[in-house]
């Protein structure tokens, strides 16, 4: 089998117009449960880069694995906040996708429970109106202290373009001299375990599970498929791209998040 191709951001243009594959359609037809796990593909027709996309810019030289980690927290802690404060400005210059808003109107169908369990750390699933089970990753805009886990009601900087070092907030709370943090998972940290169990079982419990926009090269997240049809549950994946996950999947669709998602549902009738 050949290799998955690295993963980045996919434009619609790049893929042709899509029509939805039947065993999907029927699939999605008489499902009651869905259960819908995405990454940051499901966000890259929103402009975000997607983790492993070539950074652009100052940012260029690093590897996000890298930074997104306590090492490199406690190396640098002004570097790995201008990083986040650049990010979380993307973010909100960001509107959510097609594929974000098909997914808020799936949720509001009669007699359709959908659930939506997130590998990104953005509010785009929110902002498109869909409720999410849960943020397996964390979110960029759940700011912390690092040192007394309070949350914090700071904000990132709002940046024009990126820049090298921005120092974080100190904490508030009186003598406390920890940092604030963003509240997502680094690499080496431990999952928020509600978030994660939610979203395992989602997944077991539904008829029919959707892997949209993700390498599946990040664990314990990349398990998740793997769960689901260990219980007999239909995998699809919807990704321009193979991954670590297609072999997990019943059925592979290749197109966007944002050309698949709408027109799933525009024959859902
Ligand atoms: C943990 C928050 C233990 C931060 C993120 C060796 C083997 C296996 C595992 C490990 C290993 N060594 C270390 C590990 C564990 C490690 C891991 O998995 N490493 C891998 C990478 C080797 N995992 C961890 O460290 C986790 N913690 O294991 O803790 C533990 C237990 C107890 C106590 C203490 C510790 C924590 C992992 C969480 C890391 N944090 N995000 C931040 O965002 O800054 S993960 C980050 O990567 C994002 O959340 C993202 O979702 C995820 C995946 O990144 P991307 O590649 O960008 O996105 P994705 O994978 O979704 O790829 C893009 C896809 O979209 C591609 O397939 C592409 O084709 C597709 N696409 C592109 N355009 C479109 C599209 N699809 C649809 N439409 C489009 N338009
Ligand atoms: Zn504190």
């Given amino acids: 089998m050949p290799s998955p191709e690295s ?120 902002r498109g109106g869909a409720e999410v089970l849960a943020h397996i990753h964390g979110s960029l805009f759940a700011l912390r202290c690092d040192t007394c886990d309070r949350p914090s009601h700071t904000a990132y900087r709002d940046l024009a373009e990126p820049v090298a070092e921005v120092d974080p907030p100190a904490c508030e709370r009186e003598g406390c001299e920890g940092q604030v943090r963003p509240g997502v998972v680094w690499f080496g940290e431990a999952l928020p375990q509600e978030e994660f169990f939610a979203a395992v079982e989602a997944a077991q419990e539904a008829d029919l599970v959707l892997v949209v926009g993700t390498s599946g090269l990040v664990h314990p997240a990349a398990t998740i498929p793997h769960l689901a049809g260990a219980r007999g549950v239909p995998v699809v994946e919807i990704n321009p791209r193979e991954t ?18 709408p027109a799933l549902l525009a024959q859902l009738g």
């Fill in 7 to 126: 993963p980045r951001s996919v434009q619609p243009e790049e893929v042709t117009a899509v029509e939805v594959p039947p065993a999907v359609l029927e699939l999605a037809r008489s499902a009651r449960r869905v259960c819908v796990l995405t990454g940051a593909g499901m966000s890259a027709e929103s402009g975000i880069p997607t983790f492993r996309d070539v950074q652009v810019g100052l940012w260029e030289r690093f590897d996000p694995m890298e930074l997104a980690s306590p090492e490199a927290w406690r190396h640098d802690p002004a570097q790995v906040w201008a990083w986040y404060s650049w990010r979380a400005s993307l973010v909100r210059a960001a509107q959510p996708n097609a594929g974000h808003e098909a997914l808020a109107a799936w949720q509001q169908r009669a007699g359709v429970d959908l659930q939506v369990a997130t590998q990104n750390v953005d509010d785009l699933h929110e």
């Fill in 244 to 261: 670590e996950v297609s072999e997990a999947a019943d059925h592979v669709w290749r197109a966007t998040a944002a050309q698949a998602l």
